[in-house]
């Protein structure tokens, strides 16, 4: 099987990473000020940029190409937290982040980016027009040069800069526009939200090939009660931190984990252990193939690859142990080739 692991550290990569708030930019840890940062010629983007799928890359490529062509900067513009958690509706749904800031900056580093700006949004930030965070942000404290960004791109209070924004601005302060079509894999519209779509519905694969990589979560191995261990197969209990970061569907999972500076593959499940537990606490459990030792406490990533079946509530635990063995083989059969683009 052939495909790009979800979280990639090159030593040799130069990304710059800083932090922006209250008008001043700090460090990657945000605690120390960096007064001797300066603008220079810089190609910028700006956007959530929430999965990094493979629309987002297609337009950072083509931000790295201009500012290599034009010996300038590149600079990309993200926010924590997501804008959404901070200014939605109250009456709309939470968004569901497909990637952390520890993910989204692990996954930005390998594509060839000066730097990586992460500005701290908050709802008087939100209150900044278009022009002001342009031509005080973008034009003054970076130096903006060349403007990267997607189709459907809004920014400012209550997104009310558009591309006509953009270019308006551009006039007067001598800066050019780029602007990335709109983005489609196998026909399908790509966006975060069509992707969140997917993960919600179990559809795997599907939002694999929109994301360009295996969709994974991040979490630390708890101890819980063992159950599977007495059936012969012992699960390590996940807890992801992040109350934000979006669950799959229900149910069960061909999976890679990466734990222990190794990759196991692994089926998970997701869901309420209805046959042995009946909870009302949604659980994260995966077993590892070929693995024996102890993890509790250890920090574990895991890829979904592919879902097997619904969870569901058998009437033995001999019938769930048949069940279970006959996951396991799937499992450890499964060798569809995941080719990203």
């Not at 790295?64 to 749904?93: C, W, Y």
């Not at 599977?228 to 970061?245: E, L, M, Y």
């Not at 690859?305 to 619904?310: E, N, W």
Request: net charge neutral.
């Amino acid at each position: 099987m052939h495909y790009r692991p979800r979280i990639l550290l090159l030593e040799f990569e130069t990304m710059q990473l800083l932090r922006y708030k209250g008008r001043r930019f700090y460090d990657a840890s945000g605690n120390i000020p960096l007064d001797a940062f300066h603008a220079e010629p810089s190609a910028i983007t700006i956007g959530t940029y929430d999965g990094v799928h493979v629309g987002h890359r297609k337009l950072i490529a083509e931000l790295t190409r201009i500012a290599a062509q034009k010996n300038m900067r590149s600079v990309l513009i993200t926010f924590e937290p997501h804008p959404r958690l901070v200014v939605g509706k109250k009456d709309s749904q939470t968004v569901k982040l497909l990637t952390t800031l520890d993910e989204k900056i692990a996954l930005l580093r390998p594509l060839g980016l000066d730097t990586v700006v992460v500005i701290e949004f908050t709802k008087a930030f939100s209150e900044t027009p278009p022009d002001v965070f342009v031509q005080d942000v973008l034009m003054t404290q970076l130096g903006l040069s060349d403007m990267v960004i997607g189709y459907d791109h809004g920014f400012g209070k209550n997104r009310q800069g558009t591309i006509d924004t953009l270019r308006q601005l551009a006039n007067t302060g001598n800066f050019g526009i780029t602007v990335v079509e709109e983005q489609t894999v196998g026909g399908a519209h790509l966006s975060s939200t069509v992707i969140r779509e997917r993960l919600e519905h179990g559809l795997i694969e599907e939002a694999n090939q929109l994301l360009g990589s295996a969709y994974h979560l991040s979490g630390t191995v708890t101890r819980g009660e063992a159950r599977g261990r007495t059936i012969g197969f012992p699960t390590a209990n996940v807890s992801v931190a992040n109350a934000h970061k979006l669950i799959p569907k229900r149910g069960v999972y061909v999976c890679d984990a990466l734990v222990l500076g190794h990759r196991f593959r692994a089926m998970t499940n997701i869901g309420y252990r209805p046959t042995v537990a009946d909870e009302s606490r949604l659980s994260i459990e995966t077993h590892l193939l070929d693995f024996n030792g102890d993890l509790y406490g250890k920090s574990i990533s895991i890829e979904f690859l592919s879902r097997l079946r619904d969870e569901q509530k058998f009437s033995s635990i001999d019938a769930l142990k048949a069940q279970l063995e006959a996951d396991k083989q799937a499992t450890a059969t499964y060798s569809k080739e995941l080719l990203w683009n």
